[in-house]
């Protein structure tokens, strides 16, 4: 003997083990590169998002005047409907919510409305829901959003 130590089959790597090895980094290199463009991406989109939805919000482009409100329904019945509907604000009912809303004049609910909202509870999941309605009733009617500040403060 020599005085070398023998050599296993498990440290010898031969050239094509080698070469394996060094194009799977690469491959999972380049996923990683995909799968964190793809990430930075959505988050663009996102943040794009949240900055018009801000501007819509500030510039409350959608506010009518009472002859444009008198269109919508003002019935107490679908108006007080609407707002116990709020008190359960859950993702899943958004599109129904949106779509009642867009067919009634809630001028003489905004108080009640206000209070529903601020009274629901709430699962984290329903927040955007909540912000999203909360928004619309703002671009319509000007006096909402000091209203629900009102009505949050209270709780």
């Known amino acids: 003997m020599d005085g070398d130590q023998p050599v296993s089959k498990n440290d010898k ?6 070469q394996d090895t060094g194009e799977e980094e690469k491959r999972r290199s380049e996923e990683e590169r995909q799968q964190a463009l793809q990430i930075a991406e959505e ?9 018009d939805f801000h501007d819509k919000n500030a510039k409350a482009v959608g506010r009518m005047g009472e002859d444009q409100l008198r269109r919508y329904d003002g019935s107490i ?16 009912k958004r599109e129904a919510l949106t779509k009642d809303f867009e067919s009634l004049n809630l001028s003489n609910y905004i108080l ?20 999203h309605i909360s928004s619309q009733i703002h671009c319509r009617y000007s006096e909402f959003s000091g209203v629900l500040m009102d009505q949050l403060q209270r709780i």
């Not at 409305?113 to 909540?130: P, Q, R, Y």
């Open 13 to 18: 790597m031969s050239s094509e083990e080698t």
């Open 43 to 51: 988050l663009r989109v996102k943040v794009q998002q949240k900055i």
């Open 77 to 92: 019945k679908k108006n007080t409907a609407f707002a116990k509907k709020l008190r359960e604000l859950t993702e899943a």
């Open 112 to 131: 009640e409305v206000a209070t529903s909202i601020a009274e629901a509870k709430l699962k984290l999941a329903d927040v955007g829901c909540a912000v």
